[in-house]
């Protein structure tokens, strides 16, 4: 029964004066548990709970997953907890990902990665050849391969050689259309489909697609990124960029729609000035743009073609704070569908 | 002499005995702790308390550092019921 123990020592010999030493180690109950995502990924581990708690050996628990599908925890046997561990406590030990048909061992192995029974649990996967991915909260699946990381740089196509680098998360092999995200891929504005809803102008300028990374999860999708700006024409060298006219260049930057819709704020010295895929920018620009601690509240309209809304869209789950993804919000990615492109017809 | 008692918290109870009143009451101990104190005398014994759950496990272990102590390991419920002890 749960409650307060009581050890006694006691000398049997009923001698004199001696001494003792005494080790207590106490190891909590625990579940062993397998949980299966709808798609056939499923991770194993345990749980400490007491025997009152109201596990057993085939208890099972539904949840329905963020793409849908139904998941289930199933109680597969008991187990001693690890010493010093808690009730309430969540173990994990192994994740397979059934689209890669791997097993994956998670980070927090040796530590609790859940406190308040099944369904707490949260961890990333890790592996030597892909990048670490969430799972957990009761339903977010690793969604190992599903989507790619596309580095890119965009070129202002007026002879100035101005351009810009970043990425964006899309699905792995992600093709519309013509439009093909692959390495050495120039991406023109037109006549692809992909911008074909009335949005399709980049002054001629084009997306090179200088590298892929495959194998993010989908809590990445849409995201997207400007880590410099590079000022050919004047001054020769790469801009601090930023993403909201603030004074220190975070040298990243998430776009609202992504590329053909992102901007950034290139700051040089104590200026700062916004460009976009239409209008660029340089350092003599910069120089007559308000100054930082003024712009931030009021970016200059001039150095934009067109007012580019900045918005922020929901954050990843609260427990990925210890990944990129804590810094991360999320934008959208080249949408044939998107409301914003029709809004500028 | 060296005693280790291993157990697991049951629900179900065993035969009853009392906890000594000559027990020296030496507080709460944790899991991973380890304590060393002297018995003095005749027919005293010291005790330790903690907090478990029913199906948890502990290992308690006692073993004499000095003198010609036999030291036995008692373990009771909070309602002065015997759980286990070692021989």
């Known amino acids: 029964m749960d409650g307060y123990y009581t050890v006694v020592i006691h000398d049997i010999t ?104 099944l369904a707490s649990e949260g961890d990333y996967i890790i592996q030597s050849d892909i990048p670490d991915f969430y799972f957990g909260d009761g339903y977010y699946e690793a969604d190992v391969g599903s989507y790619s990381r596309y580095d890119f740089r965009f070129y202002y196509n007026n002879g100035s050689g101005d351009y810009y680098v970043g990425y964006v998360y899309a699905p792995t092999s992600f093709q519309s259309g013509d439009l093909q995200f692959a390495v050495g891929k120039k991406l023109y504005d037109q006549p692809l489909p992909f911008w074909s809803q009335g949005y399709k102008s980049l002054n001629d300028g084009y997306y090179y697609i200088t590298g892929i990374t495959d194998g993010y999860a989908s809590i990445y999708d849409k995201q997207s990124y ?26 990243i930057y998430v776009a609202d729609r992504t590329a053909a819709w992102e901007t950034g704020y290139a700051i040089s010295g104590a200026n700062h000035a916004a460009f976009n895929p239409y209008s660029e920018v340089d350092v003599t620009l910069i120089a007559a743009s308000p100054a930082l601690a003024s712009a931030a509240a009021s970016p200059p309209a001039s150095s934009a073609s067109r007012p580019v809304p900045l918005r922020v869209a929901p954050s990843p789950p ?24 029709e809004e500028e017809k | 002499m060296n005693r280790k008692l291993t157990y697991f918290l049951c629900i179900v109870l065993a035969g009853n005995f009392l906890v000594s009143a000559w027990a020296a009451d030496r507080g709460a101990i944790t899991s991973g702790q380890t304590v060393s104190y002297s018995i003095d005398g005749a027919g005293i014994s010291d005790s330790y308390q903690f907090y478990g759950h029913a199906g948890d496990g502990v290992v308690i272990t006692a073993n004499a550092s000095s003198g010609y102590l036999d030291p036995v390991i008692y373990l009771y419920t909070a309602s002065g019921t015997l759980e286990a002890h070692t021989a």
């Open chain 1, 226 to 251: 400007i880590t410099s700006y590079y000022d050919a024409d004047k001054a020769k060298v790469g801009l601090g960029v930023n993403s909201d006219g603030s004074a220190t260049a975070a040298n």
């Open chain 1, 14 to 117: 009923l001698s004199d004066t001696g001494d003792y030493n005494m080790s207590f180690v106490q190891m909590p109950m625990a579940y062993n548990f397998k949980y299966t995502y709808g798609n056939g990924d499923y991770y194993t581990g345990w749980v400490n709970a007491s025997q009152t708690y109201g596990y057993s050996v085939g208890y099972t628990e539904e949840i329905t997953d963020e793409n849908g599908q139904q998941g289930s925890y199933a109680i597969t046997g008991t187990t001693t907890g690890k010493s010093g561990s808690k009730v309430g406590e969540v173990f994990i030990e192994v994740y397979y990902d059934s689209e890669t048909d791997r097993t994956y061992g998670p980070v927090g192995f040796d530590d609790p990665v859940g406190t308040n029974y």
């Open chain 1, 318 to 341: 609260a427990n990925s704070t210890s990944s990129p993804r804590s810094q991360a919000v999320w934008a959208s990615y080249w949408s044939q569908n998107s409301s914003l492109l």
